[in-house]
């Protein structure tokens, strides 16, 4: 019987499933849960930042008057931010709209879903980076997270030196190398600020928080603290740790995968960044919320962008703490 040994396939109908799958990262958990913050009435917006005098154990004699007097007002300093914007465009062809592609009812409907989307992850990158502030227009820009928890001062409208996270609140070492130790130095480090036991959220790359899981099993001969004991019935096996209870507090590991972007940052510091925020001390004032806008079709097809202008407010950097390892 003859086998046929060529074929034409020019003429053949394409058969493409009605179905668009993206895989990309979307959950920006610190941008998304971080309160939003009094709305800022100048480009560089202010506050002010106090502190409590050092403990002083003198005693005083009795039946002495009173000749020296303190102002209770001289540690007062002010700090601040700039403002950054941020956008995303979007244009559709007159006759790509009236396609009809696999998967997309509407290319405009489309095309506003996904810019939107991605001006949420820019935000969040910035609002988690290593960006420092710019105070020079048009460029303007806020100081993101990971140069708010410094212990030198910033290069723009640097944070005074009373008020710069101490440098035992920031922690580098290496994930693989991480120990119960590095978290609760960063912790006790917090705690000897305000007096109060941490209560607060740690952001983490997946290193990081693969790195925390692992104080919990045991590998090789390299004994951690914990093990893991379950009831066989469970059929499973549980090593994730998503709170963590030290002797300074109570932290709850979010992971988030918008932390430490900088113009000389790598993936490996990204993924192994992490940031202890308290909900009280950080929040995102919007000057403008993100917003949409259709602009006129000036022949070319619809057309239009999406847009926010807003700050980073760090109340009191004291209380903040990092852990910046390079992998």
């Not at 086998?3 to 493409?16: F, K, L, Q």
């Not at 050092?54 to 000749?67: A, F, H, R, W």
């Not at 460029?139 to 993101?144: E, K, L, M, T, V």
């Not at 600020?193 to 693969?210: L, S, T």
Request: overall charge negative; some cysteine.
């Amino acid at each position: 019987m003859a086998v046929a040994t060529t074929y034409n396939a020019n003429t053949n109908r394409e058969d493409i499933l009605d179905d668009l799958t993206r895989i990309e990262p979307e959950d920006t958990p610190l941008y998304s849960s971080l309160r939003k913050g009094v709305k800022p009435s100048a480009v560089y917006h202010q506050w002010v930042v106090d502190t409590l005098k050092d403990v002083d154990t003198t005693l005083s004699p009795e039946g002495e008057d009173q000749s020296v007097f303190d102002n209770h007002a001289d540690e007062r300093a002010l700090i601040g931010n700039y403002p950054s914007i941020q956008k995303t465009s979007w244009k559709v062809t007159e006759l790509q709209e009236e396609m009809d592609a696999a998967g997309v009812g509407s290319e405009v409907a489309e095309a506003k879903m996904k810019k939107l989307k991605e001006l949420k992850r820019n935000i969040a990158s910035r609002v988690g980076g290593d960006f420092e502030a710019s105070a020079t227009g048009p460029n303007y820009g806020a100081r993101g997270m990971g140069n708010w928890i410094l212990s030198t001062a910033q290069s723009v409208a640097p944070v005074g030196s009373a008020y710069r996270t101490p440098s035992g609140s920031i922690n580098t070492t290496a994930t693989a190398s991480l120990a119960e130790s590095d978290i609760n130095d960063v912790l006790e480090s917090v705690y000897k600020q305000g007096g109060n036991r941490a209560n607060g959220n740690v952001y983490c790359g997946p290193k990081f928080k693969r790195a925390v899981s692992g104080f919990s099993r045991i590998t090789g001969n390299d004994h951690r603290t914990y093990q893991v004991t379950e009831a066989a019935t469970s059929k499973k096996i549980t090593l994730n740790v998503t709170m963590y209870e030290g002797d300074f507090g109570t932290i709850a590991l979010i992971p988030d995968l918008f932390l430490g972007y900088g113009a000389s940052t790598t993936q490996a510091i990204r993924d192994a960044r992490a940031y202890y925020v308290d909900p009280d001390l950080v929040t995102i004032p919007f000057v403008k919320a993100p917003y949409g806008q259709e602009l006129e079709d000036a022949g070319g097809g619809p057309r239009g962008f999406f847009k926010a202008i807003y700050t980073v407010r760090v109340k009191n950097p004291l209380g903040l703490g990092k852990w910046a390892a390079t992998s």
